[in-house]
């Protein structure tokens, strides 16, 4: 289905971003790569050891701000989300609001969340 989806868009296939990045979904990842003619697979976490790649899958862990994850926001993730290319679904669910909510979050994360991520919002001011 993705890969259908992806060879139908007329757009070139970027890679793959992994924000769960378990084994689970790497099966996943392993088997659109493939069928795409291979690639790069992004992580949130550490990525599977290389003896265990897909000879033409190379993997590697974003997180926060480097080399890699920045071009990648400012050239395409920011523009496509303003363009409404890429869209934010499904909608985060909202626990609450200010830091005592994050207990709640953590206690419904850990009761196990689907198709969705928690929020807790909180702003610093600054004066």
Known sequence: MVVD???KSGFEFV????????????V?????????????LACTHRPPPAADL?????????FAVNDIATPVW???VTPALEAR??????PPTVVGKGLEQIQDALKRS???????KLVV???ISVH
């Open 85 to 90: 290319r890429l869209q934010r679904l499904p």
């Open 28 to 40: 996943h990842d392993f088997g659109i790569l493939a069928k795409l003619g291979g690639g790069h």
């Open 15 to 26: 890679d793959i971003f992994d924000a769960i990045s378990i084994p689970e979904t790497y």
């Open 5 to 7: 989806a992806v060879r």
């Open 110 to 116: 850990k009761a196990g969340v689907s198709a969705t």
């Open 121 to 123: 919002v909180y702003r």
């Open 54 to 62: 897909p000879a033409n899958v190379e993997a590697g862990m974003i």
């Open 74 to 76: 400012r050239e395409y």
